[in-house]
């Protein structure tokens, strides 16, 4: 299983971004997928998830500002970051597990005027 994460980049407080990750495999062979996060010195810590059945989690510091989505294609997973601010800036990390966790190789994601 690979996971390639796209959207990282720099945007200012307030701004907006969508993260992609995309499966290789379909996503519905995934019991959960999701996104973490690890700024530098902190701990990772989780963004959001979404199971096969569609519930989804979110992590407290992102809740009624991100939200997580399956795409239309079955092997792409996203995150729509909004109100962005600049403790959102973080390496950000796409995950699933089929068995066994798998981890995307991450993006950057910097909020900064």
Excluded: H
């Excluded at 992609?20 to 019991?31: L, N, T």
């Excluded at 239309?72 to 729509?80: E, I, S």
């Amino acid at each position: 299983v690979q996971l390639q994460a796209y959207g990282g980049g720099l945007v200012q407080p307030g701004g907006s971004l969508r993260l992609s990750c995309v499966a290789s495999r379909s996503i519905f062979s995934f019991s959960v997928m999701g996104w973490y996060r690890q700024a530098p010195g902190k701990p990772r810590e989780l963004v959001a998830t979404i199971t096969t059945g569609g519930s989804t989690n979110y992590g407290d510091s992102v809740k009624g500002r991100f939200a997580i989505s399956r795409g239309n294609a079955k092997n792409t997973v996203y995150l729509q970051m909004n109100s962005l601010k600049p403790e959102d800036t973080a390496v950000y990390y796409c995950l699933a597990v089929y068995g066994t966790t798998y981890w995307g190789q991450g993006t950057q994601v910097t909020v900064s005027s």
